[in-house]
């Protein structure tokens, strides 16, 4: 195991609305995809310390402490780093990109010394194309250009040079297949460079215009920030996981993506190391629940017009007329390759672009869409006649298919299973329908609908239920638990106080929880077809908060949400998982983990306030303070 990597949870994340870069506490830029979220990398030494890239600034000492925060209510950067001789930081940031697709992405480092003197180290190294693209390195006054074939980062420098006395405080070469930057500082000084893809000829960029970048984008931060409805108790937690699930979206589309990163692995020396840098049409469906009750109607309703774009196309064939995950433009073609020539983090490999669970059966899948299209119209998002008509052909189609085998919400390798989760999930989407059908009148064979749906209920009591173990199970053949079925209460399917509902949480408490993380099944007792063991699901302990509380258990769903507030990391960021020793683990930052903290947050103040229950009134707060 290489004990040169940062550890995954030791970074910060900045963007543009469009792509995201990972900024470590050292001030190294490790992880950076242009000109979208899933495009080839050119800075990726997280996954590979000498082949991968990196844009480093650092003190020229190796006695030094870094901190780093984000400004207030921004997606704004500091890195700051502390030596006898002075205090020096880095702000990073990246001016939004706007709504339409563009290939010209701006990412910002301002370097200044705010008490005393110091002497930083910058040291750009791209690697284009996952590290397999040659380019050349051209230097001129105002900065440098790195081109390759496909792709070219311009570096502007930013402000005339420093001097001090008679000579300048830095100094420019040529380093390997990169440059590299010297220069001293005094209190008060300050330069910077900023970094842009597909760009012109290096230019000399004032301090006029890097404040005014600055201020822009601070501006555009803390006005959407503004618009959030939440004044619940722990707004800072809520207002960043928010800001990530922003960061994380893609905004010509309104597409989430599950992660901004690639193969960070599950298990460290693993072989479970996954491309999240696409959107999970369960991922993103539940982000609506978490939009809507913070009063982001207009980020809402762009996810549900991407997804209904999904359903109109149906380019589905073995996974039904969706797929389950998608491009952030909705193109479909996730082709899963390794790369053979990284050795992956901390040596973990086989390190995976593309994914191959594209073309995964996932039924479930169609449950989280109705619902997000129901919780949608709920809102006053209503669906014109063609989007009903695509609606009604899609349930048709689970009405027809529901009763097989499949390889369900995690996503296994290891052969198709009658998933209860799955099950469930086709009764959410049926019951949708139906409520929608009949809150607006629509034409629809409900009693098809209606028939299919009560089977599916029967089913899942009968097959679904394990009567020894006294729970509801992974799936029919077995007596293994799984803690995606603490949507059960969540989602309608079960009463939260139904007998057979807190049989089965209690027998959660016992396998799959852990002082309050806890773990989504046993891969020992459910094999899934991967070599390897894994930690805690950050979004399965935040389903578990707010399973705990419908049950009448506030005061331990309020201890548990706050042992978790604990887990994350220092600016407030979670990945997808937790290990043994409390660290994160998988790619990083999770939308999956942040929404899931903002639904158990919103759901438990309600709930700590009104009692515990039903919990439909939250969202009907959050649009009346829109």
């Known amino acids: ?31 950076f995809c242009v000109p979208r979220f899933d495009s080839p990398s050119v800075f990726a030494s997280l996954l590979d310390g000498e082949k991968g890239g990196y844009f480093r600034v650092r003190p020229d000492a190796d006695d030094y402490v870094t901190r780093q925060l984000y400004l207030p209510n921004t997606a704004i950067l500091v890195t700051r780093f502390l030596t006898e001789a002075g205090v020096g930081e880095v702000i990073d940031f990246m001016p939004i990109a706007g709504r339409e697709a563009t290939d010209r992405h701006e990412l910002v480092r301002m370097i200044r010394v705010v008490r005393g003197s110091m002497r930083f180290i910058s040291e750009v190294q791209p690697r284009f194309d996952y590290g397999r693209a040659p380019h050349t390195v051209e230097l001129s006054d105002a900065g440098a250009v790195f081109a390759s074939d496909e792709l070219t980062l311009t570096m502007h420098r930013v402000g005339d040079p420093v001097v001090h006395g008679t000579e300048r405080a830095g100094r420019v070469e040529v380093l390997e297949q990169g440059v590299r930057v010297t220069i001293s500082l005094d209190a008060g000084e300050m330069t ?21 970048m600055f201020e822009d984008t601070r501006r555009y931060w803390r006005d959407w920030n503004a618009r959030s409805t939440y004044t619940g108790r722990w707004r800072e937690m809520v207002s960043r996981a928010a800001m990530t699930l922003k960061l994380m979206t893609y905004a010509p589309s309104g597409a989430l993506v599950a992660a901004p990163t690639a193969a960070l692995p599950e298990q460290v020396g693993g072989e479970r190391n996954w491309d999240y840098r696409y959107t999970w049409v369960r991922d993103a469906s539940f982000s609506v629940y978490a939009l809507l009750g913070l009063g982001y109607t207009e980020e809402a309703e762009a996810f549900v017009g991407w997804l209904m774009d999904r359903i109109r196309e149906s380019v589905g064939t073995g996974s039904g007329p969706l797929k389950i995950m998608y491009r952030v433009d909705g193109s479909s073609d996730l082709v899963e390759e390794s790369l053979d020539h990284w050795e992956g983090y901390r040596g973990s490999s086989p390190v995976h672009v593309g994914n191959g669970a594209a073309d995964q059966l996932q039924l479930d899948i169609y449950g989280e869409a109705m619902d997000a ?29 529901w009763d097989q085998p499949e390889e369900g919400i995690w996503e296994t390798r290891g052969g198709r299973q ?40 029967e089913q899942v009591m009968a097959k679904g239920w394990h009567p020894e173990r006294g729970a509801f199970v992974q799936h029919y053949d077995t007596d293994v638990l799984d803690a995606s079925l603490l949507l059960m209460p969540l989602m309608g399917f079960v009463a939260p106080r139904d007998p057979m509902w807190l049989s089965t949480l209690d027998e959660m408490d016992e396998e799959l929880v852990s002082d309050s993380l806890v773990y989504r099944y046993d891969p020992a007792a459910s094999p899934d077809g991967l070599r390897g063991s894994e930690g805690t699901f950050t979004l399965c302990s935040f389903f578990y ?12 769903a309020q201890l548990v949400f706050e042992k978790m507030l604990t887990y994350a990391n220092h600016l407030g960021l979670y990945s997808e998982e937790i290990g043994l020793t409390g660290e994160q683990l998988g790619n990083f930052p999770q939308a999956f983990s942040h929404l899931a903290l903002i639904n158990a947050a919103v759901n438990l103040d309600y709930q700590l306030d009104h009692g515990s229950g039903d919990v439909e009134a939250v969202l009907m707060k959050a649009r009346r303070a829109t």
């Open 1 to 31: 195991m290489r004990d040169d990597y940062p550890d995954i949870s030791d970074h910060g994340l900045i963007g543009d609305l469009q792509t995201a870069a990972l900024v470590a506490s050292d001030g190294t830029i490790d992880w």
């Open 192 to 212: 910077g460079v900023v970094l842009e893809s597909q760009a012109s000829a290096p230019q000399q960029i004032s301090f006029d215009r890097l404040r005014e």
């Open 373 to 401: 299209i129901h919780l949608a119209d709920t809102h006053g998002l209503q669906l014109p006649h063609r989007g009903w008509a695509q609606i009604r052909d899609m349930l048709d189609w689970v009405c027809e298919n």
């Open 418 to 457: 009658d998933f209860t989760y799955g099950r469930f999930m086709c009764w959410i989407a049926l019951d949708r329908g139906i409520r929608l059908a009949r809150r607006h009148g629509r034409p629809a064979p409900l009693a098809t609908w209606i028939e299919q749906r009560d089977r599916i209920y």
């Open 545 to 556: 908060v707010d399973a705990l509380a419908r049950a009448g258990r506030l005061d331990e």
